[in-house]
């Protein structure tokens, strides 16, 4: 009877969802009386629906994950611990293995075989966190052949290509065809960037050879030289994936891919660009996962995170964070937003481009093609009924004039300025055209921030500060405090360091606040009230984490100048 429920309520979710009608429905049912294959395999048997509608449909009556196994780019570590012959016995097959959570993500055709997971869970020690993900069946045996038959570490494929020749034709004709090494290199080479949190992938030509850069932690890292003959078919490779000209190699050009790595979803964005030595390919890793995190997780001072707080009560005015490119600025901005991200709440935004496609959040990707701008954008925003706006940045007299009407007209207005402290938002945005009768009363608050490399937890080392690190933090003669310095070890790659953290000045703007800004005060004048209000600046801040042990000297110096604390 339970069973019958259940295909029932299989079959009713995809007639409501227009997969199938009544009709096929029924033809599936009385067959079933038959043959007595599941229903959904039945679906697919008859023609009504493919394995990817019955496998998403069966997801959502169960309330699980699904996978589209098409687009998943082999684990080689996690293939390693779980051996081909108990893959095919069991139907199931490592999509992902994590080492620092001690989790593997597991694809399965029926994810409530409890037999085929405590097998799996006592063959990798029990000691491993199984996240099983609904895969459609026909997919999940094809992909089993695919991923188990061939060389998939990097060096392996690469022995493979130096044994062979590498054919053009069909890797431009078939993106996914593992017969083909190359297209497992790159696929290799993405999965090995986004296990070791690398933000953008770099591949640059020179004369004689190939380097391979990842940008990890704010820092490029060389990882790999391949000789020349490789960028060829690598370069024809990531152009098929992400929808490029392959024959164009004079002009720049943009794409974007989407891939399944490490069990979850990744987006990447992808230029090209023609140097002296061949073409140039940058991809910036998009992973929604890490890059929007509620607020709490931000690693924030609770002093720092109260004033956030205080500055989003506020209904109406803008709300302002500025740094350098590269300092997470949109990191914050998105936080912010799923914080008020609910159904009572209509936020729109205007994004050059929208980075991270989030539910409920109405987005606009501000680009030529569509005849948006930021000015005019805004202006058709406010005839949406919104109560938030995300304004990519302001960059323009048009931009920040309409930004200002929005903040003016009763909206929360959120946006990014290029500036180097929160203070110097007032004379960017005169500079810009925005006079200071309009900026008091409107600005809820400025964020500066500057991102930090934090030290790896478990090779730091004590160090006693020298005359020059005791003046730039100001520690008096009998204070003996101690402070950490980097090393180096196997879990942050010999780096000293694992992970960022912001470092924040926020700047939250009252009436006293607003008095000066209209009588066009001096900036030292507007600093002297914020200190005086407890304005924390951002060297004050980057002082407090170097002495909490979060990170060192250099660090802070690398993104903020400290010099001017030196006294004597």
Not at 290 to 296: A, V
Request: aromatic content about 4%; proline content about 4%.
């Amino acid at each position: 009877m339970a069973e019958q429920l259940r295909k029932l309520r299989l079959g009713e979710l995809m007639i409501q969802q227009g997969l199938i009608s009544q009709d096929q429905l029924r033809i599936a049912l009385t067959e079933q009386e038959h043959n007595y294959l599941p229903l959904g395999r039945q679906l697919v048997r008859l023609g009504f629906a493919t394995e990817t509608m019955v496998r998403d449909a069966v997801a959502h009556t169960i309330g699980t994950d699904s996978i589209d196994l098409s687009t998943v780019v082999a684990d080689a570590e996690a293939l390693q611990m779980v051996p081909q012959d108990f893959s095919r016995r069991y139907h199931l097959l490592p999509v992902a293995y994590d080492d620092a959570t001690k989790s593997m993500v597991v694809a399965m055709a029926d994810i409530f075989n409890v037999v085929a997971l405590d097998q799996l869970r006592a063959m990798l020690g029990g000691q491993i966190q199984l996240k099983p993900v609904l895969a459609a069946e026909a997919q999940l045996e094809e992909v089993i052949d695919q991923f188990y038959g061939y060389a998939l570490s990097v060096d392996g494929i690469l022995r493979e290509i130096e044994t062979g020749e590498i054919d053009y034709r069909s890797l431009a004709a078939d993106g996914n065809k593992y017969t083909q090494p190359m297209v497992r290199l790159v696929g290799a080479l993405l999965m090995d960037a986004v296990k070791r949190g690398a933000s953008d992938i770099h591949f640059e030509p020179e004369f004689s050879f190939l380097r391979i850069r990842y940008r990890i932690d704010g820092v490029l890292q060389q990882v790999r030289s391949l000789h020349k003959s490789y960028w060829g078919g690598v370069a024809v490779r990531l152009k098929v994936m992400s929808s490029l000209d392959i024959a164009e190699t004079r002009a720049p050009q943009d794409g974007r891919l989407n891939m399944h790595l490490c069990g979850r979803p990744i987006d990447f964005r992808v230029s090209t660009h023609p140097t002296i030595h061949g073409e140039n390919i940058v991809l910036r890793v998009l992973d929604r996962e890490k890059s929007i995190i509620p607020m709490e997780r931000m690693g924030l001072r609770p002093s720092v995170l109260n004033e956030l707080h205080l500055m989003m009560t506020r209904p109406e005015g803008i709300l302002i964070v500025t740094g350098p490119t590269g300092s997470g600025k949109t990191t914050t901005l998105y936080s912010l937003l799923s914080h008020q991200n609910t159904e009572a709440v209509n936020i729109m935004t205007l994004e050059d481009p929208v980075e991270y496609p989030v539910t409920m959040m109405r987005q606009t990707s501000v680009a030529e093609v569509n005849k948006v701008d930021f000015a005019n954008g805004i202006r058709s925003i406010m005839r949406q009924d919104p109560d938030i706006i995300l304004v990519g940045e302001i960059r323009d007299a048009d931009t920040a004039t309409m930004a200002f009407r929005a903040a003016m007209t009763g909206h929360q207005v959120f946006s990014t300025l290029h500036t180097n402290s929160a203070l110097g938002a007032f004379p960017r945005l005169t500079d810009i055209g925005i006079l200071p009768d309009i900026m008091a009363g409107n600005i809820i608050g400025v964020v500066a921030q500057r991102l930090v490399r934090v030290l790896c937890p478990h090779c730091k080392v004590q160090h006693t500060p020298d005359a020059l690190e005791r003046k730039i933090l100001r520690l008096k003669a009998d204070d003996e405090s101690q402070i950490y310095e980097p090393k180096g070890c196997k879990r942050c790659n010999q780096n000293g360091y694992h992970g960022r953290m912001a470092i924040m000045e926020l700047l939250r703007i009252d009436s006293d606040m607003d008095a000066l800004i209209s009588r066009r005060a001096h900036l030292d004048e507007l600093q002297k009230m914020a200190l005086d209000k407890g304005f924390i600046t951002l060297a004050e801040d980057g002082v407090r984490r170097i002495l909490d042990g979060y990170t060192s000297v250099s660090e802070v110096m690398r993104v903020i100048d400290l010099t001017s604390r030196i006294s004597g």
